[in-house]
DNA sequence: AGGAGTTGTTAGAGCGCTCTATTGATGTAG
DNA sequence: CTACATCAATAGAGCGCTCTAACAACTCCT
C-alpha cells in the first residue's frame, strides 16, 4: 500500500479510502491510485483489512454434508442474496459428523468471518447458544427457541404428517419410518410421524427404524425391515437421500414401487423430480430458504434488529410415482 | 492474549507459543496458559496470526458446481489428505459460471490462503499462469503443460475414445456427443470423441451438439437431436449429470434405452450407480485425484518441491444398462 | 474582512498476533 | 571457580491495514 502511495505520489491512508471506495475522494486522485494498484499487480490484505476494521464482509456457511443435493440447493439462495447485500461466502463442511462440523465452525471462528451459517446443523442447543454468544448466527433447516439467533425452517413435523396423511389416504396402515438420527430436523419428522399415526388409528402400525441422513442408511433400513417382522406397505424416508437408498434396494430384493411398497421422501431434492426416480416427497423451498438465512443474519450484522426472529414456512406434498393404492398382495405372495 | 497473559502470569509472547504448540515451553507454564485461555474464552484470531507469521494453514478450494456430486467426492480426498497434513479448507463455489469463479478465487487471495486448489476451472490458461504467480496453485479434472503449478487430472481424452470403442463394439454408427462447452476437460473428451469415430471409420456419423455440464443441457440436447436430422443409436453425454438429463428426457419422449437408443456418461458418480440410473460410464477415481491434488499443494507449500507435476490417470469404463446393442428398429418405427 | 462550513488529504496510533534478539537461570565441563 | 551451553521466558519491533483527529485550501455568508 505504501509502494501504491508513493506511486501514486499520495498518502498511504488516501490509497485505503480508494480501496475502500470512499466518497471523499477527489475523481483525480482516485484514478491515480487505482493505475499505480494496476500497474503493481496490488491487492490488498484482507486479513490486515479485517484487523484494522473488525469487518471481513464474509459470511462463513457450514453445510452438513456436500453430498446432498439439498445443501447445494441451499446455497444457491444464500448466495444471491449475501451477494446482492455486498457479501461474499465461504463454505465448510461438516460430513455429516459432529466433530467435523465444530472444526469447520472453529475455522470460521478464528477466520472472524461477519456471521456464520450453520445449515442442517448437529449440534445441541447448549453448543448453539455458546456458538451465539461468540458470532452472529443464523441456523437453517432447523428449529430452535432460543432468543440469541435466528432460525430458518419448514415446519418438519408437518410435512411428516403430510406424508402419514396421504400414505394412510391410499389405504396404507403398515407405514414405516427410517428416521434420520442426529440429522437436522429428523426429531421433528419422527414426532410427525408418531403423532399422525396415532391421530389416524394406526398407534399399533408405528415401526421406526434408525438411520441417518444417508443414502446407504436407505439400504441399511430395507434390510432391517425385510429381516425383521412383517413387511410394511409404504415407508416413509427421513429424507430424498436416504429413499434413493430404499428404492434402490427394493428394487436389487425384486419388489416394485409402489405396487409392493410405496415410498416417500423428504426435502424434494432435483435427484427426487427425476423421471427414474420421480419420488413423492415434501417440498422444502431450498433457495428461498437459503434467502431469508442470509437475509436474517444481515440484519444482524447491521445492526437492525436485536430480537430473535424464528421463521416457519410450511411444506407442500410433492406426489410422484413412487406412492400409490395399497396392494392387495402379501410379501409372501410376491416372493 | 494480553489477557490470558496476565491471568496466567507469564508474558504476552509466551501465550503465543503455546498456542502454537511450542515445545519449548515448561509443563507448568502451559497448563497455566491453557488454562486461563479457557476461563476467557479465547480463541486466537488468524487473521493476526496471519498478518505476523504469513501463513493460515489452510487451503482454499474452488469447485466449479456444488450441484454435481462428483465435486463432493474430490472433495472428500482432499479433505482427508489436507487434514492428516495438519491444514483445513475452506471451500468456494464457481457457480459453473467465469465471473463467480474469479470472485471466489479473489476471496481467497484476500484471505490470503497458503494455496488453491482449482476443481474444473474453466479459467484461461493465461488466467491460471498469472494466478499462479499470485499463490501456489494446483488444478484439479483438468490438465496443461504450464512449469508454474501442478494438474491432478484423468485421461479424458481417452476416456472418450473408450466410450465410442465401447459403443461401436456393440455395433453402433450413429453415435453422437453432447459436449460439455465451456467445462473442464471436455475439449479433450470432445477430441477424444472425434478421434476415435475417425478411427473407427464412422468420421460421416461424428456429430456434435453444443452443451454444457449441467442435467439442463442433456435436455435441450436430446430436443436438438430429436428435431434435426436423424436421430443417432447412442449418445456420449460430456458428464453423468448431463446424462441424467439425457435419460430423462429419451424417457419422456417415449424412447427406450438402451433398446432405442444407448447412452454414456463420463465420471462414475455415485448417481450413476443407483439401480434407477444404472448408467453406462466412465469412471474418474474421485477420491485419489482429490488426495494427489493435495498432497502435490502441500509439496508446494512446503517447499519441498520446484517444478511442476502433472498426473494423468487412466480411467475405465463401467458399463451398466444404458448402453446396449443396436437396435433394428427405426425411429419412425419406435414412434 | 472574518468566521463557519465543506472538501480532500494526511500523520500517527493501534488492531492482535509472531519473531528475533536478549536476558536470567540452571547445568556441565575444564 | 570460571567459561560455556542449554533452557524458559520476555521485550519490543513489525506485519498491512483502518480510523480518528487535525490540517490546509476553498467557498459561502453576513
Redesign the pocket.
Known sequence: ??D??SRA?????????V??D?????????AAVLEAAEELG??????????????TMTIGLVLNDLHNPFFAEMTDGIHEAALKAGYRIVINTGLRDLASEKAAIDTFLEFRTDGVILVGTELSEAELESLASETNLVVAARVTASDSYDTVSIDDRLGAQMIVDHLADLGHCRIAHIDGGPGAGARKRRKGYKAAMEQRGLSEHVRIVAGEYSEHAGTVGVDKLLSDGEMPTAIFAANDLMATGVLNRLQFEGLNVPEDVSLVGFDNTAMAALHQMSLTTVDQPCELLGKLAARYLIERLEEEREEAVHHLLVPSLVCRSTSGPVSSRTLDEIR
Not at 23 to 30: Q, T
Open positions: 500500500m505504501e501504491v502511495a505520489g499520495v498518502s498511504r491512508a488516501l490509497v485505503s479510502l480501496m475502500r470512499s466518497p471523499r475522494v477527489s475523481e483525480h486522485s482516485r496490488y491487492r490488498r490484505n484482507l486479513m490486515a483489512h479485517h484487523l484494522a476494521s473488525h469487518r
